[in-house]
């Protein structure tokens, strides 16, 4: 069993940055493919960004350029680092870990709230 807390969402103006945070419990986290998915009001969840046990990343074309994900397996830890924010990425980010490939299952966590408003 693995539990996810996300932290650091909050309200940013437009242009602003924000760092995301998910603190993994358990032992295994290694060896997780972890993401970071979002979702809008209205709007289905959406990938942003995932970063394989290996650490090679994937981001979704709307956060190239702009996001960054990285993980620290010794703090059991992803990260998602977030600049040059634009309104449309207003959204509850949520952190998962997937552990299909090494036939685990896959973990949510309960997500956390970016605003970017002026």
């Known amino acids: 069993q693995v539990q996810l807390v996300e932290s650091g969402g909050g309200l940013v103006q437009p242009g602003g940055s924000l760092r995301l945070s998910c603190a993994a419990s358990?032992?295994?986290?290694?060896?997780?493919?972890m993401g970071w998915y979002r979702q809008a009001p209205g709007k289905q969840r959406e990938l942003v960004a995932t970063i394989t046990s290996g650490s090679s990343t994937n981001y979704a074309d709307s956060v190239k350029g702009r996001f960054t994900i990285s993980r620290d397996n010794a703090k059991n830890t992803v990260y998602l680092q977030m600049d040059s924010l634009k309104p449309e990425d207003t959204a509850v980010y949520y952190c998962k870990a997937d552990g299909v490939v090494v036939g685990l299952p896959e973990y949510w966590g309960q997500g956390t709230q970016v605003t970017v408003s002026s």
């Open positions: 358990g032992s295994t986290f290694s060896v997780y493919t």
